[in-house]
């Protein structure tokens, strides 16, 4: 079955201090793949997606992810964190088998301590 | 360029009451999907809508149904309202099925059922 895995529910960082978002999926075929991130009462905003090619992928807001198909991971990145980087992150495969959909994970969210 | 949008923001309704929320979707874009979120949970596919057709559902039940427009705009209509159905609802639109693996999410409706 297709499904997204975020082990992590809560992580905290300092501000300043790297950071790695885990996500593993399990797909049968080659998967879309994005990273989103949702304030408090706000809807999804697209960090970065993986179609094909490069298996580094650069997003907005200094994200970066690695797509390892022999791990099925996809984990988000940033070198450094910022206090405003706090909220929640989800990473979801894209379906294409059927209706195309989204699958997402449960979501991590993560604290920035000042 | 107009994004998706939603209404209403927010709103309150008794169980067993019945809700109507709407989606505009992106200009150019003639796919509609709905999804879910449970507080503290990702979004869940409910439906998809595509030239005024349902084009796929997940796990939920018949008292979920929906509407597409000639002007690809959708309603989501749930029947029988239960406290479980307070959640996050989110419209995404994409353009045809299969043209782009990306869907584009709207700020959402937050529905809560007492």
């Known amino acids: 079955a297709q499904s997204v895995t975020q082990p992590d529910i809560h992580i905290t960082v300092s501000e300043g201090a790297s950071l790695e978002l885990r996500c593993n999926y399990s797909y049968g075929a080659t998967p879309y793949l994005f990273w989103y991130v949702q304030s408090p009462g706000q809807g999804l905003q697209l960090l970065l997606k993986?179609?094909?090619?490069?298996?580094l992928v650069q997003g907005i807001k200094g994200f970066e992810a690695e797509f390892k198909r022999s791990q099925s991971s996809f984990n988000l990145r940033k070198p450094s964190v910022h206090w405003s980087d706090a909220a929640e992150y989800f990473c979801a495969v894209g379906a294409a088998s059927g209706t195309y959909k989204y699958i997402f994970g449960t979501g991590t969210r993560l604290k920035v301590l000042a | 360029e107009t994004g998706v949008t939603q209404s209403p923001t927010h709103l309150i309704k008794t169980r067993g009451q019945q809700v109507t929320l709407r989606c505009s979707s992106q200009?150019?874009?003639?796919?509609v999907s709905w999804y879910q979120q449970a507080l503290g949970q990702g979004p869940q596919f409910i439906f998809q809508?595509?030239?005024?057709?349902?084009?796929g559902r997940g796990n939920f039940p018949p008292r979920f149904s929906g509407l597409q427009f000639p002007n690809y705009s959708s309603e989501l209509n749930v029947n029988a309202l239960e406290l479980d159905d307070s959640a996050l609802y989110l419209c995404?639109?994409?353009?045809?099925?299969?043209?782009?693996?990306?869907?584009?999410f709207g700020p959402g409706t937050r529905l809560t059922v007492t």
């Open positions: 993986y179609f094909s090619g490069d298996t």
């Open positions: 809508y595509y030239r005024e057709e349902e084009n």
């Open positions: 200009s150019g874009h003639n796919t």
């Open positions: 995404a639109s994409s353009p045809v099925p299969g043209q782009s693996y990306e869907q584009y």
